[in-house]
């Protein structure tokens, strides 16, 4: 299945979150006060950013000069944001799946290499260009120079507080599904067992002829191909690269755990690039109930039941406590 980014348009300057649910239908201006709900028409600001965006980005700015007690009573406001009712349906679930995406990742650090648009990210070709399947088999030791750096980029990198909230996790529920768009191995660096990664790893090769994958994490080269350790053939990042399918099965299985659980989240995923998106889609879908974390607000935001506003790593730990 191919992966393919969407945007939805906004109305009237307006972006507005509707909840699914048929007896919910009107639009409400008036906000919860624990919560962003579903059913929030948010004006967005001359920035482009939404009210309750800029809010949240002026408290993050405002931290580093507030005393202890006053930092401390803006961390229980930030609490505050999970209701009641969300707080009760992760307490009582037996059945949860996550997705995440680059902003989770990216609070480690992790650097998204977009630069937006076509900007060059590798010796004047962009992002598209250079981890692309036609490079693949236009110039492999190109690419392999360029995945090169971007592992050498990602060792030094260490889970963040979100990483380790999702991996604890996995023992807190009966059943537990964590469903990543990243390639960087860092959910499995803080405990997380079983990842479906949709997009692949980048400390993963898989060979060009009899297809045989192999983990490369301490496999040190600086130059040229490495060859298979079975058939001796060329091996390439698995990874999926733009005009690539998915890995076969993956979409499915994640697909499958949609539908059979009772709450989702989704943190850190801008919700344009499918069939990824479409995880939390077809969970919701199937009744269970949807939960975004995202510092932004997305094409997601108006199917969710509760949307978070803020870091990944700042607001899961928060449902432990």
């Known amino acids: 299945m191919r992966a393919v980014a969407t945007k939805r348009p906004k109305e009237d300057g307006l972006l507005l979150f509707r909840r699914s ?35 949240n980005r002026e408290i993050a700015t405002l931290q580093s000069s507030l ?10 406001a930030r609490k505050t944001l999970i209701s009641e009712e969300l707080r009760q349906r992760f307490s009582k679930a037996k059945n949860v799946l996550v997705l995440s995406g680059a902003g ?3 609070e480690s650090g992790v650097p998204t290499f977009r630069g937006g648009g076509d900007s060059a990210v590798w010796k004047e070709m962009p992002f598209s260009v250079i981890s692309s399947a036609e490079m693949v088999e236009r110039d492999l030791p190109e ?25 604890r996790w996995q023992d807190r529920f009966d059943h537990f599904t964590l469903v990543t768009q990243n390639i960087d191995g860092l959910h499995q660096a803080a405990g997380s067992r079983e990842v479906i ?44 690269l733009f005009g690539e399918m998915l890995p076969a ?30 995880i939390p889609e077809i969970a919701r879908a199937a009744g269970a109930y949807v939960v975004e974390v995202n510092p932004e607000l ?11 506003p803020g870091k990944a790593g700042e607001i899961l730990p928060l449902f432990e406590k």
């Open 67 to 76: 005393l202890p007690s006053e930092f401390c009573s803006m961390k229980a």
């Open 249 to 278: 099965g993956a979409f499915e299985l994640a697909a499958m755990k949609a539908e059979s659980c009772e709450l989702c989240f989704v943190a850190g995923t801008s919700a344009v690039v499918y069939p990824a998106a479409s």
């Open 298 to 308: 997305t094409p997601l935001s108006d199917l969710c039941d509760e949307v978070l």
């Open 21 to 55: 649910n048929p007896h919910h239908n009107l639009l409400q201006k008036e906000r919860e006060p624990h919560c962003f709900r579903s059913s929030v028409a948010c004006l967005s600001g001359a920035n482009g950013y939404c009210i309750e965006s800029m809010i």
């Open 143 to 167: 690419v392999w120079e360029w995945f090169n750096y971007r592992r050498g980029v990602l060792a030094t990198l260490k889970p963040n507080s979100a990483h380790e909230a999702i991996a």
């Open 197 to 240: 990664e949709l997009h692949g790893s980048i400390w993963r090769a898989r060979c060009c002829d009899c297809d045989a994958r192999h983990n490369i994490r301490d496999l040190k080269f600086d130059n040229g191909v490495p060859a298979c350790f079975d058939c001796g053939g060329h091996l390439r990042p698995d990874v999926v």
């Open 104 to 106: 989770v990742s990216a």
